[in-house]
């Protein structure tokens, strides 16, 4: 984590990597939020409600990718072949990421529908779900995707 941590930090990954995911994860919440119905639209990190009222800025801090970087420790540090691990982190890193998705666009829809719970929802709540997401999708793979010694 602190390795993954300080290497997530560096100026040239925020630039290269940090925030094209950002714009990425601004995308598709975007395009989750259109079919479900909501008018909305993405600018960069920005997503924004067609009446101009509302946005939400995925920044990099808040793009998911600390949930990500967790659930790769985990999977390193745990005891699995190599293959074992790629699988895993192949399955379970784009399910956290479609987990991420749907916390953008809930936040984002909250914070339209009801503006007043957004700060509780993204601080307390998501905070707390995005990170459980991690560590569920962990014990799956430890679980089903682990070669046990019986």
């Known amino acids: 984590m602190v390795v993954g941590g300080a290497i ?3 100026d040239p990954v925020q630039a290269h990597l940090m925030t094209p995911w950002s714009h990425a994860i601004t995308w598709l919440s975007s395009g989750l939020l ?19 009222r509302f946005a939400v800025s995925v920044e990099n801090e808040c793009n ?3 949930a ?3 659930l790769l420790a985990a999977v390193l540090a745990h005891p699995a072949t190599a293959r074992e691990r790629i699988v895993g982190l192949a399955t379970a890193q784009p399910l ?14 909250l914070g339209v529908r009801a503006p007043a719970l957004f700060r509780i929802a993204h601080v307390w709540i998501w905070q707390f779900l995005i990170i ?6 962990f014990l799956v793979w430890t679980d089903r995707g682990v070669a046990h010694a019986d």
């Open 68 to 70: 990500h970087l967790i």
């Open 34 to 52: 259109e079919a479900l119905g909501v008018s909305v639209h993405a600018i960069g990190h920005v997503l924004e409600s067609d009446d101009g």
């Open 96 to 109: 956290l990421a479609i987990c991420n998705v749907v916390r953008v666009a809930t936040l984002f829809w």
């Open 64 to 66: 998911g990718a600390w």
């Open 132 to 137: 459980g997401c991690a560590m569920a999708l």
């Open 8 to 10: 997530a930090l560096l």
